[in-house]
């Protein structure tokens, strides 16, 4: 239950903040030309973190997510989406834009959380082994 309610509030903290980039940093805020590409691919980056977080919370009965490798599992399925996404944006009819620096920055973004939800983890089951 602990890992659901630390999920539940990443997932809502970082949509706030995507949404926060997308429709009111980007359009209303004078960004410099050198943060540009930061500010570019931060939601790519951030979204991708909170994937291991998102299965937890919304996909508990498809990934359990009790094991390294089954959030190993997660993050990579999670990862192939987001590329298969990206790629997908090289049809014109959708009108999207491909970029390599979205793809760069899901990898990171996925390996960090995979790295941040993996410790999160191991600290809750270091508290159901002490309980016991």
């Not at 602990?2 to 999920?7: E, F, R, V």
């Not at 299965?55 to 993050?75: S, V």
């Not at 999670?78 to 920055?105: A, H, K, W």
Request: glycine share 8%.
């Amino acid at each position: 239950m602990y890992l659901k309610n630390i999920s539940k509030q990443v997932v809502i903290a970082g949509t706030l903040l995507i949404w926060a980039i997308k429709f009111i940093i980007r359009p209303f805020i004078h960004i410099p030309h050198g943060l540009k590409p930061l500010v570019g691919f931060a939601p790519n980056l951030i979204g991708s973190f909170l994937l291991p977080f998102g299965a937890c919370w919304f996909f508990q009965k498809y990934f359990r997510l009790q094991t390294a490798a089954d959030l190993t599992f997660t993050c990579c399925f999670g990862l192939l989406l987001v590329i298969i996404n990206e790629y997908l944006q090289l049809i014109p009819i959708f009108g999207r834009t491909f970029d390599y620096l979205d793809i760069f920055s899901s990898v990171v973004g996925v390996f960090c959380g995979h790295l941040v939800f993996g410790r999160l983890m191991a600290k809750q089951m270091n508290r159901s082994a002490v309980r016991i």
